[in-house]
């Protein structure tokens, strides 16, 4: 029996390893298929003259009823003029399309009914995953630049009254449930379409960046459509095309499911195994996540010197921190980015020297697109600024005339480049925390006081196509600095991506993390926030790339702060030169715990909900988990009473081997639970909580 079953194993590794070699994309004169055994879709090719549109898209197992038999599959907008898949086009070529992450489909090529167009739409998927993935990239044959408008790279139209009528649109992350017309916004890189009588839905992610990215549902007809915003948007994308040039949208991407009670089984299991495994975001590029990290910015503000730094850093490393913030307060201003030399006499390189002897990662704030109006780089390179609608020079991010915002489409560029690649490679930065306003801002409310108006910037022609434009060369800088020190970590703010609480894919293929929010406060129910923010962009979101400040490490409710963030990023500010030889050996005991919990089971790399509890709320219980299911090794939980009534919970886990045997330890390494995978999905084990605002950490590992 034994050798049978080897037998039979083999044959179904062997059998996978030829299914996964094949191609997932095959083709005829008018018909493209797409399947890679898990989700199938047929494109419908002109015969020399005629339509590109979908007329199947489904689970290869199983029946969807969501879409009808031809699909506009993509619109948008040359000079006012609309071309969509239902538009006249005529076939000129179709090749196989591969990405570095295993992505395998196709690459068809058309051209536009009045040969002004050559458009090329790329189709990707990936294996064991529903999911495809696709761009345009749009050539002009015309003579003239032409104007590119109201893109949409995913259009499909869904069959009739139950879609609209019955179907959640759970947006803002996969988060917020409504019925009814949706038009997204900015938080929306992600959101799923389900309809519970039929366990069938769509997920839609968009991987263009900020206040440019469109998702809308249902809005103006019964359609889904994924791309860029319209032009009668409140942020209208544009882009401008010279005589034979090209422009590749960003991509979205979409996973059709049936046989799911709810939409949050797809933001626990396909969506993340696809974001973190083959979207190419910059935290899977990293060897070695942050675990624990120290911040300056509160309570000292802007109110530091090498002094009271070199002190702070040598409390912050007895507490077991890993990497070390030094925030706002350091140059002379913002802009030239000269150091202070009355706060450091020494420059910053020996306070960063002295940083890594102490065993951590040093990092900096730096604003990636501000000046100071007195600083000689304003004076010097006024052409380098955002101008605003009167043509004169303007500060995007707040009201306050004495700071100007930099256009990255002029010189500002290089000049910014050079001086964070000499802060990164001279000075040995592990860290850049890069803030400020670049395009919008998440305090002005007037959508005419954005981007730049300049008529004489290289990088755009118009305010609308600025919109666009300075989110690109920001992702470029980004990529330059990544090239030269390819373990950099960069926290692009929620400032900085121009909206409250703002984080999106174009910036996790980009940037490592995000300065989400911030709050303040010593007690337990501040806690609630942390949670929250984390429990709302999570799982669509790598939680490890949610930076959400400012607990103090001296707060009342400091090991509870800790215990929250464990499921985010966790980050301390405060002073830890107040902490008490006692609070000392229990900050080590958190930081040594997180670390270890890391190197066994790559826990950073991982977050999911935990069974039976929801969104984190006054008077509830909450949770998270943090399990490994890959490797199925374990992970770790967390779980909060936030001043529920109930001082007992039955606890299940998901994503464990279901025939190995875990152990479910406390921080102490005492065991609670000795259960196998099944057991722990199915029947569980008990926990207590005796305080009404209190929460506690586990293990789980195999046995």
């Not at 609309?82 to 196989?96: D, E, L, M, Q, T």
């Not at 004169?392 to 009201?399: E, M």
């Not at 429990?535 to 215990?563: F, Y």
Request: overall charge neutral.
């Amino acid at each position: 029996m034994r050798k049978a079953c080897i037998l039979v194993l083999g044959f179904f590794l062997t059998t996978s390893s030829l299914i996964t070699a094949q191609p997932y994309a095959s083709w005829t004169n008018n018909e493209l298929k797409l399947n890679n055994g898990i989700v199938e879709r047929t494109i419908q090719l002109p015969a020399g003259k005629g339509h590109f549109v979908t007329s199947l898209y489904k689970p290869v197992q199983g029946d969807f009823n969501y879409f009808k038999s031809v699909n506009s599959d993509f619109q948008f907008e040359i000079n006012h003029a609309i071309y969509s898949g239902k538009g006249n086009w005529v076939f000129k070529s179709i090749a196989k399309h591969t990405d570095s992450k295993q992505g395998d489909g196709a690459a068809v090529t058309l051209l536009s009914e009045d040969k002004k167009i050559e458009l090329t739409i790329q189709f990707l998927l990936y294996p064991g995953l529903p999911v495809i993935r696709k761009n345009l990239m749009i050539k002009n044959l015309s003579q003239q630049t032409i104007m590119v408008e109201s893109v949409d790279v995913e259009k499909f139209e869904v069959t009739d009254f139950s879609p609209t009528t019955y179907s959640w649109i759970c947006h803002d992350y996969g988060r917020r449930r409504s019925i009814g017309p949706y038009d997204g916004n900015m938080q929306d890189a992600l959101l799923t379409v389900h309809n519970s009588d039929w366990q069938q839905g769509i997920v839609a992610g968009n991987e263009a960046a900020g206040v440019i990215k469109h998702t809308s549902v249902f809005w103006n007809e019964p359609t889904i459509c994924i791309g860029l915003t319209h032009k009668d948007a409140r942020f209208p994308f544009r882009k401008y095309i010279g005589r034979g040039e090209e422009f590749t949208t960003p991509q979205v991407f979409t996973m059709v499911y049936n046989n799911h009670k709810d939409p949050d089984e797809m933001l626990n299991s396909a969506v993340p195994e696809f974001v973190n495994e083959h979207m190419g975001i910059r935290l899977s590029a990293l060897d070695q996540k942050p675990t624990f990290v120290y911040n300056t910015w509160v309570p000292f503000d802007k109110e530091i010197n090498e002094k009271l730094v070199m002190e702070l850093a040598k409390a912050a490393a007895d507490a077991g921190m890993k990497e070390f913030i030094i925030d706002d307060g350091w140059p002379e201003n913002y802009g030239d980015w000269v150091i202070d030399k009355k706060k450091f006499p020494n420059g910053l390189k020996p306070v960063f020297d002295y940083i890594k002897s102490l065993g951590m990662k040093p990092g900096l704030w730096v604003s990636v697109g501000s000046a100071s109006s007195r600083s000689k780089v304003f004076k010097t390179h006024p052409e380098w600024f955002v101008l605003d609608e009167k043509q004169k020079p303007f500060n995007l991010h707040i009201d306050d005339s004495t700071m100007r915002t930099a256009c990255f489409g002029t010189g500002w560029y290089n000049y910014i480049k050079n001086i964070l690649l000499k802060l990164s490679l001279d000075y040995g930065l592990e860290y850049l925390k890069l803030d400020f306003t670049v395009v919008t801002s998440p305090y002005r409310f007037n959508n005419k006081e954005t981007g730049c108006y300049a008529r004489n910037h290289p990088g755009h022609k118009d305010h609308n196509e600025s919109l666009f434009t300075n989110y690109e060369e920001v992702w470029k800088l980004f990529d330059e600095l990544h090239t030269a020190k390819p373990n950099l970590f960069i926290d692009c703010t929620f400032e900085t991506m121009g909206g409250l609480q703002l984080i999106d894919y174009a910036m996790l293929k980009h940037a490592e993390g995000n300065w989400l929010s911030n709050f303040e406060g010593p007690e337990e129910k501040v806690d609630l926030r942390i949670r929250n923010m984390a429990w709302w962009r999570s799982p669509a979101i790598p939680s490890t790339a949610l930076v959400i400040g400012n607990p103090e490490m001296q707060d009342t409710a400091w090991a509870l702060h800790i215990k929250s963030l464990a499921g985010a990023l966790p980050i301390m500010l405060g002073d830890p030169r107040k902490l008490s030889v006692t609070d000392f050996k229990k900050y080590r005991d958190f930081s040594d715990w997180l670390q270890l919990m890391d190197n066994r089971h790559q826990v950073m790399s991982y977050r999911q909900d935990l069974p039976g509890f929801g969104e984190p709320m006054e008077g509830r219980w909450d949770g998270y988990q943090r399990i490994n299911t890959k490797t199925k090794t374990g992970g770790i939980i967390g779980v909060f009473r936030h001043g529920a009534w109930e001082t007992k919970r039955l606890i299940t886990i998901q994503g464990l081997d279901a025939d190995k045997t875990y152990q479910v330890k406390q921080m102490d390494g005492t065991i609670i639970a000795t259960q196998t995978g099944k057991e722990l999905r199915t029947k569980g084990f008990e926990i207590s909580l005796y305080k009404f605002y209190d929460g506690e950490l586990f293990e789980i590992g195999v046995r």
